[in-house]
C-alpha cells in the first residue's frame, strides 16, 4: 500500500518540487514515487503556483540584486584604474598598480561571496516560513501570512551595503 502523507507533509512536497522542480528527486527526498509528487503538485495547483511566485519573485530580486553589484564593481575598476594611470610616474609605480589590482579582485570576490550568502539567507528563511506554515497547519492563509513574513524578512536582509571608496 502506497505511504500516506499528511497535509503538512504534501504542502513540503509541493515546496520541495517547486524549489527544485524535479518530481524523481522530491520522491527521493520524501521516500514516494516521482508520480505521487506529481499527483500532490497537480491536487493543490493553487498552493503550487504560489510556491513558484513567490520562488520566481525571489530569483528576480536576487538577479537584479546581483546586477546592480556588478555594476558597483565596474565602477569601482573604473574609478580605479583612471586614478592609477593618471597618477603613473615612474616603475616604482607598477608595485602600486598591482597592489590596486589585486584589491579591487578581491572586492569582486567578497561582493561574489556576500551574494552567495544571500542566497543562502534567503533559502533559509524561505525553508523556516515554510516550516513556520506547516506547524500552524494547512490553513492557507497562514501560509500566506508566513509568505508575507517571509518577504519582509528578505527585504530586511537586502539593506544597501555601504559604497566602498578607494584610497
Known amino acids: ?29 520524501h521516500g514516494i514515487s516521482k508520480t505521487s509528487v506529481r499527483n500532490i503538485v497537480k491536487a493543490d495547483t493553487e498552493l503550487s503556483e504560489k510556491f513558484q511566485r513567490k520562488k520566481d519573485e525571489v530569483t528576480a530580486n536576487l538577479e537584479k540584486e546581483i546586477e546592480q553589484l556588478n555594476d558597483s564593481v565596474l565602477k569601482i575598476y573604473k574609478k ?54 506547516m506547524s500552524k497547519g494547512v490553513d492557507k492563509n497562514s501560509i500566506e501570512d508566513s509568505m508575507n513574513q517571509l518577504e519582509k524578512m528578505v527585504e530586511i536582509s537586502r539593506a544597501p551595503l555601504p559604497p566602498h571608496e578607494l584610497p
Open 80 to 133: 580605479g584604474l583612471i586614478r592609477i594611470f593618471n597618477e603613473l610616474d615612474t616603475t616604482k609605480d607598477v608595485l602600486r598598480i598591482a597592489t590596486a589590482i589585486a584589491t579591487l579582485y578581491d572586492k569582486q570576490l567578497k561582493s561574489a561571496e556576500l551574494n552567495m550568502r544571500r542566497q543562502e539567507v534567503d533559502a533559509k528563511m524561505r525553508e523556516v516560513a515554510i516550516k513556520e506554515s
Open 1 to 29: 500500500m502506497a505511504k500516506q502523507l499528511t497535509p503538512k507533509q504534501k504542502q513540503q512536497v509541493i515546496a520541495d518540487y517547486v524549489d527544485c522542480g524535479n518530481y524523481s528527486e522530491t520522491g527521493r527526498k
